[in-house]
């Protein structure tokens, strides 16, 4: 079977690549970087170099698939995330329905059910509705929570100032999965072909809130003493851009996200359908690989 893959090799489309041509696959994965080819070869798949902003580009790296993988990578560059958001998946859509592909797995978020929802959350939900529009195609949406391995980036803030935090109470509870568990997820719809229609499948490997994931990552390290702060969101934004994030990337993937925590409605669909989530790895499964970042890092 032939599957293209978008994403490049991104913490999740990487895993996929790789158990997609483990399990005999053809895979064709598309990248905008072409330093990026020889590392996709050496996973014996087939290099795409271009544009996801390029429909012609897309379409003909749709051509012949047996099955797409979608996923719609982070632009620091845009002055409308939200924007770029849904004009990538519009193509996305168009170029499936224009190549005939009968299968796609696609990548979306908590919170994708809100039309208007905050950060993300709307633009998945644009995206959702203009895949669903496509009366050939079987697609399954995938919803996971927040990564488990963004905490990768408060390791600074836990090693140098012993606090842990973000624009919401420390009673909040997340939703947490790791990319691997969505690999997994993606992997078996694909080899399989496993799903039809429209489907939705969230996957949460564990929930945790913001005071016990203190307590649980402060203990893989040795550190203890770890307090959860809550910032306000312009703090919160600030401290963002001012670790290198642009405003953009730093409203919409933070503190929006973090607005619609504090407020239940990231989370209002999935609390209802929980009990048919799916996942793996907990947070203290988690806290080991975080152990051996942290002992690493600066």
Request: proline letters at 3%; aromatic letters at 10%.
């Amino acid at each position: 079977m032939k599957v293209t893959v978008t994403g490049s090799l991104g913490n999740i489309s990487r895993i996929l690549i790789e158990k997609l041509v483990s399990g005999g696959h053809e895979v064709n994965v598309i990248t905008s970087n072409a330093e990026r080819a020889k590392e996709i070869v050496q996973l014996q798949a087939i290099p795409l170099v271009g544009s996801i902003e390029d429909y012609r580009f897309v379409k003909n790296a749709f051509a012949g698939s047996d099955a797409v993988y979608l996923m719609i990578p982070p632009n620091f560059q845009t002055a409308d995330l939200k924007q770029y958001i849904k004009t990538v998946g519009e193509q996305y859509a168009n170029a499936l329905k224009e190549t005939g592909v009968k299968y796609a797995v696609n990548l979306s978020s908590i919170g994708a059910h809100l039309e208007n929802g905050s950060g993300p959350t709307g633009s998945n939900y644009y995206v959702e509705q203009k895949l669903n529009e496509l009366e050939d195609l079987n697609v399954l949406h995938l919803r996971p929570g927040m990564f488990l391995t963004n905490f990768y980036g408060a390791i600074p803030m836990i090693k140098h100032q012993g606090m842990l935090g973000n624009n919401f109470p420390g009673s909040v509870n997340l939703p947490l999965t790791h990319p691997k568990d969505i690999a997994e997820v993606a992997f078996n719809a694909l080899n399989g072909l496993s799903f039809y229609g429209k489907q939705i499948q969230y996957i949460v490997s564990d929930e945790k809130n913001g005071f016990e994931i203190t307590q649980t990552l402060g203990n893989a390290v040795g550190k203890s003493g770890i307090s959860w702060v809550e910032f306000s969101d312009d703090q919160l934004l600030g401290a963002l851009m001012q670790n290198g994030l642009s405003e953009q990337m730093a409203k919409v993937y933070m503190v929006e996200i973090g607005a619609a925590l504090r407020d239940g409605s990231f989370v209002e669909d999935y609390n209802e359908k929980k009990s048919q989530s799916v996942g793996g790895t907990t947070l203290q499964d988690f806290s080991v690989e975080f152990a051996i970042a942290y002992q690493y890092s600066n």
